[in-house]
């Protein structure tokens, strides 16, 4: 029989963790009456949270356009410019 393992990850606020690790624990045991699983534990741990946003992939295609916009508006004012000259 082959298994797989999952894995998962939560962040909870940290006054309201242990009742959620007591609802983890109860819908595990629920799962257990119907489903073969075994193994694993629920681990809590401190967290800092993080001061600066990580960008999404999303804001950094929004900038790239921003830039790439701000590249096309620079070279159309210097080939306006060099017409004029000419």
Do not use: W
Request: glycine share 6%; charged share 30%; with cysteine.
């Amino acid at each position: 029989m082959m298994y797989k393992k999952i894995n998962l990850e939560l962040i909870a606020v940290a006054d309201e963790a242990e009742s959620v690790i007591a609802e983890l624990n109860a819908t595990l045991d629920r799962l257990e009456e119907t489903r073969m699983i075994f193994g694993g534990g629920i681990d809590c741990i401190p967290v800092e949270p993080q001061e600066t946003r990580k960008k999404s992939a999303l804001m950094h295609a929004h900038a790239a356009r921003e830039s790439a916009i701000g590249a096309l508006k620079t070279a159309g004012e210097k080939m306006a410019g060099a017409k004029q000259i000419i």
